[in-house]
């Protein structure tokens, strides 16, 4: 089964647990919330989260599944203003500023376990990109999830290293040319 869909949002990556003492005892827990008092809202990535696995819970009909996965995903940030011109192109933008592209995988992963998946570990493939959208354009999640037919890796075996090299074809190995001086 191979779902794609743009999931509206604002991207938000896993904050990073915390620790607390309760009895005498250290505990450990995931941010919810964030501020104090009156200026206390729930942690962007709770909504991110919500909306993630409301969108795929809703495409997704067959459960979770044991078999691998592929999991491609691009988020799309809102353009600043400073970055938007009326006399020049406006291209997409790499986003390199915060959140880090591993705690928005780790916030898509999570929250599809029990979705789609058991267990994130199960997630063996996919591609993960940053941008800033074009003025006017959605931010948002542009997600691909592709269930995986076989546990076996559809690389190809690269003989002369002994390790597995994805797109080797002999005549035109660099890593073959370069462990066998050119004849690979």
């Given amino acids: 089964m191979r779902i794609k869909l743009f999931i509206p949002c604002v ?58 996965f592929r999991v491609d995903s691009v988020f799309v940030f809102a353009r600043p203003k400073a970055k938007t011109f009326k006399s020049k192109p406006n291209p997409p933008l790499w986003h390199m500023s915060k959140p880090d592209r591993d705690n928005l995988d ?27 959208g074009i003025p006017g354009e959605q931010s ?7 269930e995986l037919e076989s546990e076996v890796f559809g690389g190809r075996f690269c003989g002369s290293l002994s390790t597995t090299v994805v797109q080797c074809s002999r005549d035109a190995c660099p890593l073959c040319e370069m462990r066998t001086g050119g004849a690979g």
């Fill in 11 to 68: 991207p938000a990556g896993q904050p990073r647990a915390k620790a607390t003492s309760f009895g005498g005892k250290a505990r450990m827990y995931d941010p919810q919330t964030i501020g104090k008092g009156i200026d206390r809202r729930p942690h962007p990535a709770v909504e991110f989260r919500y909306a993630v696995s409301t969108a795929v819970r809703e495409a997704w009909k067959s459960g979770p599944s044991d078999k691998p």
């Fill in 106 to 132: 780790k916030s898509v992963l999570d929250c599809l376990t029990g979705i789609v998946w058991a267990d994130d570990s199960q997630v063996v493939a996919g591609s993960l990109e940053k941008r800033t």
């Fill in 140 to 146: 948002g999640l542009m997600l691909t999830i592709e």
